[in-house]
């Protein structure tokens, strides 16, 4: 398989080129390919479903790893969210549940961030110290009519948190309890929705032919890429590290199966 003529390689983070972003431990084989593409006429780009953090914080992750790029070039779903809400309407007023990452790329997009009344829309990310003031204002909010955006899709992710090392639930878990209560079905926004995928290669300036992704996860790395019709790359990493997320009826089969990155550098 000829990878020459790929100009945008997108990676995952999570388990692809980390262990996690609060693990932020190299893989080897992923530092190898990364530094082969950094020789090469190419772009290299980060979109993650990381939610609780900004942009700027995973790219701080990813450099403590070793993987050197702009955080331009960095895109997570809190940033897509974000985007996805100014789009609809510029200056919204936003509550957002989150570790404040989000809130972060909500403010850098221009969005009002607000714990007040009146709410354009509720937004959700992982949150470990969520309280239920927060959860039933939420509820509130969009049982009067506030939209309802997840960032993200995991049912729970491992991670540490006041330096306890566990399992916590994700964003789509909390959502749930909103749905529950309002009958509202929320807007998922983050892998495996393909237009985060089309809008991150539109953005960088280049083609859907010209571009890659590579990441561990077939639900949401592989399917959103398929769906956005990018090559797709899955690196075959530990199962039980691999966040579970919903893919609905997508494609979920990936141009490429490796067990290492090292069996990718021959391609390109």
Known sequence: MDLSKKKLWIFDVDNTLILDVEHPTPFKDALRLWKVLEQKD??????????????????????????????????????????????????????????????????????????????????VAADRGMTFSELNFATKMVKQGAGLICISGSLDYPGVYLGQEDVYIGERSIVAAIEHATGIESVVVGKPLPEIVVETVKVLGFEISESVIVGDNPQSDVAGGNA????????????????????GTLDTNPTMSVESLDDVIRFV
Do not use: W
């Open 42 to 123: 190419v772009t290299l780009a980060i979109l993650t479903n990381v939610g609780r953090l900004s942009s700027r914080q995973v790219h701080q992750a990813v450099e403590l790893g070793g993987f050197h790029l702009p955080v331009e070039n960095v895109f997570t779903a809190g940033a897509a969210a974000a985007a996805y809400i100014h789009n609809r309407v510029p200056g919204a007023r936003c509550f957002v549940i989150g570790e404040g990452g989000a809130q972060e790329d909500f403010v850098a997009r221009g969005l009002d961030v607000t714990n007040n009344p009146p709410i354009d829309y509720v937004a």
């Open 228 to 247: 956005a019709g990018l090559m797709t790359i899955l690196v075959k990493r530990n199962p039980n590290d691999i966040v579970n997320f919903e893919s």
